[in-house]
Structures are given as structure tokens and as C-alpha cells.
């Protein structure tokens, strides 16, 4: 998590507590608005400007791939951490308001709602990335003379490499997520991906023998 997110949240816990000590009312509300303009503003000029953009994913230059993954890693769970701290901190509001009734208008829908969007903009271009790298083993798939078989002897040239890629960069990314929930995520889409361009790669060799 990027240490201005937690030094952002630090100020906004101190500045509540202060205002607190003087009112229960409706300038808690105004704060709360002030509080939400300034995520969404801390969201488009903070996180949203260090993403690296998706060719440097697949670029021949692993040091940059490398920096890519660590940066978008550390803008995807400074994103969920801001989102959990917003939620927390709206209910801390809503706690201190006097009557009750005003705490409806505390509300942090739009910063929140732009957080999780983050989030699934990274593990997009995390996805891109495993599904660029991949595209040598669909073409080994393709280009391969299937008709000279005449038994089946082991694994086949474009698994191994399929596999062989989707571990490296798994081990890459997934050391660097901070929740399972988002892994979980990420292989649901690499999963359904590599079933669908399977099948697709398969038919282009039709017809189909049975050794092959």
C-alpha cells in the first residue's frame, strides 16, 4: 500500500476527530463531501498516473515487465485498502452525527465506486500480460505439421510452453496481490481465456484425426 494513502487517511481521522470535539452536526456532513471530493481527486492524480501503460507489460526488456507488475500490484491494493478505509470511515461519520436522521446524507458511493474500477482496471492488465506472453504457444499450436503424427508420444511442444509461461508470471503477480479474493479473480478469467482459445486453436486444424 503507497504510503500516502495511509498518510491521507491519517490526516482525514485527525481533522474528524477535531471537528467532533466541536459539533455533531451538519458541518460533519460538509466534511464528509470535502473528505469525498479530495479521494476521487487523490485517486485520478496519485494512482491512476503511475499505472504503467500495457506495453510495458510486453516488452522484450524484463526489468520493465518487472516494474510494471510491481507498480500496478501496489496501485491495486492501495485501491482496496482505500476502498475498505472509505467504508470505515463513512460509518464513523454517520456514528457521530447528531440527530440520526442527517447521517443518511453522509454517503461515499462515488470515491468507493471509483476504487473498485481501479482494481479492475489492474487485474485487466495483469491479464493482458499472461495473455500476450502466451500467444507464442497458440501460434507453436498452429503452425505445427499435426498430419505427420502417426501416435501420440508425450506432451506436446505448445503445452509445455503454455505451461511453462503461465507459472513464470503467475509466480510474478501472485506474491504481489495482497488478497486471495483477487487471484481467485484473476485465474477465473485466465481459465475461461485459455479454454475458449483452446477450443478455437483446435478447430483451425480441422479436419481432426485421432491421434491428433
Known amino acids: 500500500v503507497l504510503e500516502s494513502a495511509a498518510e491521507l487517511f491519517r490526516i482525514y481521522r485527525q481533522i474528524?476527530?477535531?471537528?467532533?470535539?466541536?459539533?455533531?452536526?451538519?458541518?460533519?456532513?460538509?466534511?464528509?463531501?470535502?473528505?469525498s471530493?479530495?479521494?476521487?481527486?487523490?485517486?485520478?492524480?496519485?494512482?491512476?498516473?503511475?499505472l504503467p501503460d500495457s506495453k510495458s507489460l510486453v516488452s522484450v526488456d524484463l526489468k520493465s515487465q518487472q516494474e510494471?507488475?510491481?507498480?500496478?500490484?501496489?496501485?491495486?491494493?492501495?485501491?482496496?485498502?482505500?476502498?475498505?478505509?472509505?467504508l470505515?470511515?463513512?460509518?464513523?461519520?454517520?456514528?457521530?452525527i447528531e440527530p440520526k436522521e442527517l447521517s443518511a446524507q453522509v454517503e461515499f458511493e462515488g470515491p468507493n465506486n471509483g476504487f473498485l474500477q481501479l482494481i479492475i482496471?489492474?487485474?485487466?492488465?495483469?491479464?493482458?500480460?499472461i495473455e500476450n506472453d502466451i500467444q507464442i504457444s497458440w501460434r507453436e499450436l498452429s503452425n505445427?505439421?499435426?498430419?505427420?503424427?502417426?501416435?501420440?508420444?508425450?506432451?506436446?511442444?505448445?503445452?509445455?510452453?503454455?505451461?511453462?509461461?503461465?507459472?513464470?508470471?503467475?509466480?510474478?503477480?501472485?506474491?504481489?496481490?495482497?488478497k486471495i479474493i483477487y487471484i481467485r479473480n484473476l485465474i477465473d478469467k485466465l481459465l475461461e481465456m485459455l479454454l475458449k482459445n483452446i477450443?478455437?486453436?483446435?478447430?483451425?486444424?480441422?479436419?481432426?484425426?485421432?491421434?491428433?
Open 199 to 212: 477450443i478455437l486453436n483446435i478447430i483451425k486444424l480441422e479436419p481432426i484425426s485421432v491421434i491428433m
Open 121 to 129: 482496471y489492474c487485474i485487466n492488465l495483469l491479464f493482458y500480460k
Open 68 to 86: 510494471g507488475i510491481d507498480i500496478i500490484s501496489l496501485v491495486l491494493n492501495t485501491a482496496d485498502y482505500c476502498s475498505q478505509t472509505v
Open 16 to 35: 474528524l476527530s477535531q471537528l467532533s470535539k466541536l459539533t455533531t452536526g451538519k458541518a460533519l456532513i460538509r466534511l464528509s463531501k470535502i473528505f
Open 144 to 178: 505445427f505439421n499435426w498430419k505427420v503424427l502417426n501416435e501420440v508420444t508425450g506432451e506436446s511442444r505448445y503445452l509445455g510452453s503454455l505451461k511453462s509461461i503461465i507459472r513464470e508470471d503467475c509466480q510474478l503477480i501472485f506474491k504481489k496481490i495482497s
Open 88 to 96: 470505515q470511515l463513512e460509518e464513523k461519520i454517520k456514528t457521530l
Open 37 to 50: 471530493k479530495y479521494l476521487i481527486q487523490y485517486q485520478h492524480k496519485i494512482l491512476d498516473t503511475i
